[in-house]
């Protein structure tokens, strides 16, 4: 197997794998990748010199590990300080990162589902849906969902609430308490970024009381809870609805305001 | 590169040479971030894309190069603001610098 049919399966398999290539310098093309497999890393390929290698290899595992893609300069021995680089042919090598996609869990397996799934998907999630209710939560009605899983809300955070973090999020959208709730109290135990609970405002009002019952009442823990859910579009369908939850999602995450461009100035890429 | 993965193999499994140019740096404004990546065979057929649009076709033509005369692979620029750039640029106004390497590892 070549080390290109390697990467393949890793990145297919959504293994964290960062290549390095050299794009510039002795051996262009040369290359190297580190791949994290559950607790252990490993390095395959070479950029041409094992010194090179050495320092290398230290700096794509950190590049993994954060998530990070860029272009880094060295010796051909990988030298690294600005002083060693003076005057010396150096190497340039670009440090490209594979992370596995960020997930959406939503919680109830309703009409809207089934949109904010298929929204979900065009964005590059990775999406579960969860019920507790096995004639809803099948995978015939949600063939977009990468998982579906029949489980109460509490259990599900027990035991995969760890894998959530800060580029992934949970969309609770049953209206029913005795699901909400739950849900609402696992999200909030996790360091999942984004939570949005859909429901008018009177539901939201209503649920804030259960969840003060439960003892959920800091300021720090409702600032997270998005509800009523999503940006305010104005739209009404399921599909409608989906796109203003991703959107919420995205302004979330950026930290802008979600005004329209023509109303703002500044870079738009940045 | 996830995205092109099966054209990549439809070619190979096919015969075909493939190149597969990345972007690895965008200076100002640019459509796409660094990764993004775009894979040209033989026949000129294109999987995936690295900007807006604006330099694909230019793109296509450098990665034929490349394949043509066997070489290792080598850093492009397109935009503006560089003075070794081709006629192409980014409408955006940006630079994108891209790595065009046959895919031979």
New interface residues.
């Given amino acids: 197997m070549s080390l290109y049919e390697r990467f393949r399966d890793l990145v297919r398999a959504e293994t964290p794998v960062a290549l390095a290539t050299v794009i510039d310098g002795p051996n262009v093309g040369a290359k190297l990748m580190v791949v994290r497999e559950g607790n252990t890393e490993s390095v395959e390929g070479s950029l041409g010199n094992a010194d090179l290698d050495r320092v290398a290899s230290r700096d794509v595992a950190g590049e993994l590990e954060a998530g990070r893609t860029g272009v880094r300069h060295y010796g051909p021995e990988g030298q690294a300080t600005p002083e060693d680089l003076v005057d010396t042919p150096t190497v340039s090598v670009f440090i490209e990162t594979f992370a596995p996609p960020p997930q959406m869990w939503i919680f109830g397996a309703v009409d809207f589902t089934a949109a904010l799934g298929r929204v979900a998907k065009v964005l590059g999630y990775r999406v579960t849906v969860c019920d507790a209710r096995e004639i809803f939560a099948t995978k015939r009605r949600f063939p977009m969902a990468d998982e579906v899983v029949v489980s109460w809300p509490a259990p599900m955070f027990e035991r995969r609430g760890h894998t959530l973090g800060p580029r992934d999020a949970v969309c609770i959208l049953t209206h029913d308490p005795k699901f909400d709730v739950p849900a609402i109290q696992g999200a909030l135990a996790t360091t999942v970024g984004y939570i949005g609970v859909m429901g008018s405002r009177k539901t939201h009002n209503k649920r804030l009381e259960r969840l003060a019952e439960v003892g959920v009442n800091q300021p720090h823990d409702l600032e997270r809870i998005m509800s009523p859910i999503g940006l305010d579009l104005g739209g009404r369908t399921p599909e409608e609805t989906a796109v203003a939850i991703c959107a919420e999602i995205i302004a979330r995450r950026t930290g802008h305001g979600a005004t329209s461009l023509k109303n703002t100035s500044g870079s738009i890429h940045s | ?2 995205e092109i ?1 099966d054209d ?2 439809r070619w190979r499994a096919n015969g075909k040479k493939v190149a597969v140019a ?1 972007v ?2 965008i200076e100002g ?3 796409r ?3 993004a990546a775009m894979a040209v065979n033989e026949d000129g057929e294109v999987a995936g894309s690295v900007s807006g649009g604006c330099v694909e076709g230019a793109v296509v033509s450098e990665a034929l190069a490349i394949l043509a005369e066997s070489s ?4 492009v620029s397109f935009g503006y603001s560089d003075d070794e750039a081709f006629a192409v640029g980014l409408t ?1 106004g ?1 630079t994108i610098r891209l ?1 065009i ?5």
């Fill in positions: 590169m996830r993965l990549i193999d990345r690895v740096k404004s640019g459509p971030d660094p990764g290792p692979g080598r850093m955006c940006g790595f390497e046959p895919l031979a590892w």
